[in-house]
């Protein structure tokens, strides 16, 4: 099979057509590893590979089908997985030189069971130093490209997931949101990035960071495809106490109807800013046609709305901050020298009383219970997953929008996405058209806490209305 239909297949057509012996998992596993190759070294997407224990896991899945045994829904697809998370044998730095030996003895929870689904893990992708930035550059491993401009960001802090998706090198990646880590890139790559609802996928034992505000999730081209991955890492683990039972968990049917069949009973509201995000022109445009395109597409009759709350990129960044010091402060006596320039005093930014910590999270309460008011009145929530396309390299964020100037350490280019993380809620960015510089522009779906299945199935209706191009185009990766 060559690279170009390899590339262009999803994660559930690769294993059916596994499972069918229509093709092999062996040939799904080199046609993954020459395009690693092939693409690569100059996008940066990934720190290892993993192409000798990928071929071996490849050749007991093929074993196993052709002695018709249960082979799993992931059967014989290619899986790329984040630096941060944990990985039995293979490194996980943390994007740091402080952690540039360390390899786990054990497997994080979901890798654990994407294992056991069949996958074909091929490698692991990168991430800024302990993931503190919107875009995906270390001392380290150096700087991750989008496919799509390789003059530009791909986001972060799943940079690397995202640029692995949208160049074809895999179909399937895991990333990790605690501020919007799965869905920037996603929205600046052109895919589908899920972050689920807080505990409904264990994340443990992995690096410390983040503990009430990080979830892992899947990044994809297809909906059907974040909704298998979905499915296979979440529930409950012993080994994760804030893992959470709840909500219906059939997310590959609701990814599966496809259609606007009783979606018209859902209330829908839509808001392009929150009421207080700076969002580009060309961002709003498109977003404006994309509500049109939906309602009229699903003949749902969506009302402009908002929850009351204003930006809450201070109050996310205050907690962020803290359970970041608790983390990664230790580490700062024997390598700050050695850390990405600027991290160092990111970390330090954190180190506040106790008190502050649990002021702040009291005030969290309150901005969840304004959400959860909200979600009384409606159902769905749609607004931009970014406020503009992807920025350049060598930058911190936008250096403006819609007229705003932001400084380096100013956060609140990425104001809409820090909401799902300090409320716990469900958010599901896809595309939905692109800015005037020809790049992807996101849609973001938010619903109720442990409503993920709607939040697929609503993700799954727009894909239907609208479907959008699976990969970065040839002409960008052929550069």
Known sequence: MSLAPYAELDAVGIARAVRGRECSAVEMARAALERIESLDGELGAFTVTLGESALAGAKGIDAAV??????????GVPVSIKDF??????????????????????D????ARIRAAGATIVGKTNNPEFCYRGYTDNALWGVTRNPWNRERTPGGSS???GASVAA?????????????SVRIPASYCGLVGVKPTFGLVPKEPGFPGWKTLSIIGPLSRTVRDAALLLAVTSGVDPADDMSYPGGDRDFVAAAGAGSAEGLPVLRVAYSADGGFAAVDADVRRVFADAVERFAAGTGVAAAEAHPAVGDAIDLWGLISGAEGFASEGPLLAEHEAEMTPGTADM????????????????ERGRYTTAWSEFFEEFDVLLSPTMQSTAFGLGLEGPQEIEGRRFAADDGAWASLVVAANLTGQPAVTVPCGFGDDGLPIGLQITTRRFEDALALRVAAA??????????????????
Do not use: K, Q
């Open 66 to 75: 052709a002695s018709g045994d249960d082979v799993g829904p992931l059967a």
């Open 85 to 106: 998370v944990w990985m039995r044998g293979a490194l996980a730095t943390n994007g740091s030189l402080a952690f540039r030996d360390f390899v786990p003895e054990v």
């Open 108 to 111: 994080c929870v979901p890798v």
């Open 159 to 161: 940079g690397g997931a």
């Open 168 to 180: 074809g090198m895999t179909p399937l990646a895991i990333g990790t949101d605690g501020g919007g």
């Open 347 to 362: 970390i330090r930014a954190g180190d506040v009383p106790a008190v502050t910590y649990i002021d702040a999270m009291h």
């Open 462 to 479: 727009w894909e239907a209305v609208a479907p959008w191009p699976r990969l970065a185009p040839e002409s960008a990766l052929a550069r």
